[in-house]
């Protein structure tokens, strides 16, 4: 698995760091998604994925297992 954002898309809803604290965080200033873990374990596929459904800018793609 391999994760990307578009940080020119994300509204900052905080669905990601929600749903993965572990691969995602905001920003300070603008609280705009991080990635803290671009190549996930597979104990956390999962919730990458979920993370990624419920953002509602769709600015996270997740690529490959």
């Given at each position: 698995?391999?994760?990307?954002?578009?940080?020119?898309?994300c509204?900052?809803?905080g669905?990601?760091?929600?749903s993965?604290?572990?691969?995602?965080?905001q920003?300070?200033d603008?609280?705009?998604?991080?990635?803290?873990?671009?190549a996930?374990?597979?104990a956390?596929?999962s919730?990458?994925?979920?993370?990624?459904?419920?953002?509602?800018a769709?600015?996270?793609?997740?690529?490959?297992?």
């Amino acid at each position: 698995m391999h994760l990307e954002t578009d940080t020119t898309r994300c509204v900052a809803s905080g669905q990601c760091a929600l749903s993965a604290p572990a691969v995602f965080d905001q920003e300070d200033d603008d609280d705009k998604v991080i990635v803290l873990d671009a190549a996930p374990t597979l104990a956390e596929h999962s919730r990458t994925r979920q993370a990624a459904a419920l953002c509602p800018a769709g600015a996270i793609h997740v690529h490959g297992d």
